[in-house]
């Protein structure tokens, strides 16, 4: 049974940055394109980036450029580098397996941009 546990949110400063990471255990990581997505209050929740196992990306068009996913298969690891961050950031961060008998979420992770 796919796990998912998600790390690093918090409490930032517009402009500042964070880095958010996802544990994966109980199956082959590779099979899986793994992504971030985020829900605000009063808001659905969406798409932030995806990342296949051989590292093509996608990205929602308002965190390009500040945002970048990357994925460690040997850890079955997927991170996500925030940068420039700003107060419409704000938002719970699930992680997501998309792939055999998926999808699969993490529990999120709080982020909040705010001074």
């Known amino acids: 049974q796919v796990q998912l546990v998600e790390s690093g949110g918090g409490l930032v400063g517009p402009g500042g940055s964070l880095r958010l990471s996802c544990a994966f255990s109980g199956s082959i990581f590779s099979f899986y394109v793994m992504g971030w997505y985020r829900q605000a209050p009063g808001k659905q929740r969406e798409l932030v980036a995806r990342i296949s196992s051989g590292g093509s990306t996608n990205y929602a068009d308002s965190v390009k450029v500040r945002f970048t996913i990357s994925r460690d298969n040997a850890k079955k690891m997927v991170y996500l580098q925030m940068n420039s961050l700003k107060p419409e950031d704000t938002a719970v961060y699930y992680c997501?397996?998309?792939?055999?008998?998926?999808?699969?979420w993490g529990q999120g992770t709080q982020v909040t941009v705010s001074s």
């Open positions: 997501n397996a998309d792939g055999f008998r998926g999808p699969h």
